[in-house]
């Protein structure tokens, strides 16, 4: 997405993304879709973009520029890139971007007002900082996957939903924000160490209240949002799909117990009858499929809905209502969000292969024809030709 067709309310903000996998592209995809003009620079042979290709949505939205970052002349390329960029995201290890010269000091010497965000697991500093890990891995030691998880059983990770994009992405694109926000009135950038390991603690925020009022113990399944409490669970059908249920306020248990014909139902403060309302719940929701509980449920305030599969949620009423989630060349994108009345974001281009645009995104970004005929001679940037 160019700074011509951007309608989001990031339009006229320039991004360099030093690019990554996982969170950091989440990350600049968000910015994307909320109108930036993000310019992601990977190697010759791509990331994760260059396996999946049009698969690869976190990918979406953006120019991309194939450039080896260790050979002759491409330090000076991004330096150049930097000086007319508002943002640049990089997600390598700790000191990397210093040993190829675009660490903070690089990058903000040619550019003081620019936000440089840095996104690891472990962060910048601590024992574990130069250590290698996944979203499992950070997650697990913040004590959210622990939380996770049957009673009596292995804990689960929730995908790489939790570290990756929410401590990760989330928390980058929240940071960028708001040193761009502070910018406007200083005048200067600032570097931001997003560490997913910080982000996920921020994330369990309520969790660590509940247990400083000993509402939850260090035990998967036993408390009132891990599946713990029996109406805060979900229940197999008839036809070995499940429904949601999550009817935590009195009235919406009431309406629960009418709408399932059990009267007889224990009261929600009766933990000692709790493995006996569960036993009832999962008997009567086994009579009938997930369709027809759908149905049954479908006017009824009580807070259940089914659980669906990725496949499935793009017909859910409701998402395809609201657009949700959109078909883009064949595959199923998420729309872009949040939702703006004056400055609506929007989807870009489809994920692009690594260096499809090398040429174009560099003389737009103002590098001469001519130098970029000779970092592509030297073989320091590569134009790959696509048939659109």
């Not at 399944?221 to 805060?232: E, F, N």
Request: aromatic share 6%; glycine share 12%; proline share 7%.
């Amino acid at each position: 997405m160019t700074s011509e067709s951007a309608t989001g309310p990031l339009r006229g903000v320039k991004v360099v993304e030093l690019a990554g996998i996982g969170p950091a592209p989440y990350a600049c995809m968000l910015l994307a879709d909320l109108g930036a003009e993000v310019l992601r620079l990977e190697r010759p042979r791509g990331t994760l973009s260059g396996v999946i290709g049009g698969y690869d949505v976190l990918s979406r939205g953006r120019r991309t520029v194939a450039i080896d970052l260790k050979a002759d002349g491409a330090r000076e390329l991004v330096l150049d890139l930097v000086k007319e960029a508002d943002v640049l995201v990089e997600a390598f290890r700790p000191g990397v971007a210093e040993r190829l010269g675009l660490g903070p000091d690089d990058c903000r010497g040619a550019n003081p007002r620019l936000v440089y965000a840095r996104m690891t697991g472990w962060g910048q500093e601590g024992p574990l900082a130069e250590r290698v890990g996944h979203d499992i891995n950070y997650a697990s030691i913040t004590g959210a996957i622990a939380a996770v998880g049957e009673k009596d059983r292995k804990p689960v990770p929730p995908l790489n939903l939790v570290a990756d994009f929410g401590g990760g992405s989330m928390f980058c694109v929240m940071g960028i924000l708001a040193a761009l926000l502070e910018r406007a009135t200083s005048g200067e950038g600032q570097v931001i160490d997003v560490a997913m390991v910080d982000g996920v603690s921020s994330l369990l925020s309520m969790a660590h209240g509940q247990r400083g009022a000993g509402m939850m113990p260090d035990a998967r399944g036993s408390s009132l949002l891990d599946g713990g409490a029996p109406y805060y669970d979900t229940y197999r059908c008839a036809d070995g799909e499940y429904m949601s249920v999550g009817a935590i306020e009195p009235q919406f248990y009431e309406a629960l117990k009418q709408t399932l014909d059990l009267p007889d139902l224990p009261a929600q403060a009766d933990h000692a009858n709790w493995p006996k309302m569960r036993e009832m719940l999962a008997e009567r929701f086994a009579t009938k499929t997930r369709e027809e509980w759908t149905k049954i449920f479908d006017d009824v305030d009580a807070c259940v809905a089914p659980v669906l599969w990725l496949s499935e949620a793009a017909s859910h009423p409701h998402l395809a209502a609201r657009g949700t989630l959109v078909d883009v060349n064949g595959v199923t994108h998420p729309n872009a969000a949040p939702r703006f009345s004056r400055t609506p974001g929007k989807i870009g281009t489809p994920p692009r292969p690594p260096g499809a645009d090398t040429v174009a995104a560099l003389t737009d970004w103002g590098i001469d024809a001519t130098r970029v005929e000779k970092l592509q001679a030297a073989g320091t940037v590569v134009q790959v030709d696509v048939r659109d």
